[in-house]
């Protein structure tokens, strides 16, 4: 049965039996949002180019035990994302998750932040993309430590 809960929090505290996905370029610059957490932690930002994968599809990471998804959800770094292109992406990556097991994905508000999307849209295509699997997936709002 398909479930989505939102907390607050840092997606990079998520066990790792959870998956994890966040959006990207086709250029892969990756140099604003959560991106560049992104690149600092996971790297291979080579193993992602060699895929070549173009708007609407999903780049795929391993990361011991998990996969890392990149959703393309534009051609280049600093342009918009749009709905379309969104719902394009998580589709492929449920097709990647069903194909391979993954039945437990953490997410940032993905497309909410840079690309400025509206989180409710987004989340209503998240549902429905996932309505029919067996799949939990947590949506971390960030919180910005006070330090």
């Known amino acids: ?6 907390i607050s929090g840092n997606i990079f505290t998520a ?4 998956s994890l996905a966040h959006c990207v370029g086709a250029d892969l610059k990756m140099a604003k949002g959560i ?4 690149v600092k932690r996971f790297g291979q930002k080579e193993q992602l180019m060699k895929q070549n994968v173009r708007k609407g599809g999903v780049a795929v990471l391993k990361d011991g035990y998990r996969f890392i998804y990149y959703l393309v959800t534009k051609d280049l770094s600093y342009q918009p994302t749009t ?3 969104m ?3 998580l589709h492929a990556m449920r097709t990647h998750m069903l194909t391979n097991g993954v039945n437990k994905l953490a997410i940032p508000r993905i497309g909410c932040g840079v690309d400025k999307l509206n989180w409710t849209k987004v989340k209503s295509q998240i549902e429905e993309v996932f ?5 939990e997936i947590v949506v971390y709002n960030y919180i910005q430590n006070k330090n």
């Open 1 to 6: 049965m398909f479930k989505i809960t939102e």
């Open 15 to 18: 066990s790792e039996e959870f």
């Open 35 to 38: 991106a560049v957490e992104f």
């Open 83 to 85: 709905y379309e292109t």
């Open 87 to 89: 719902y394009s992406s």
């Open 131 to 135: 309505k029919n699997d067996s799949i």
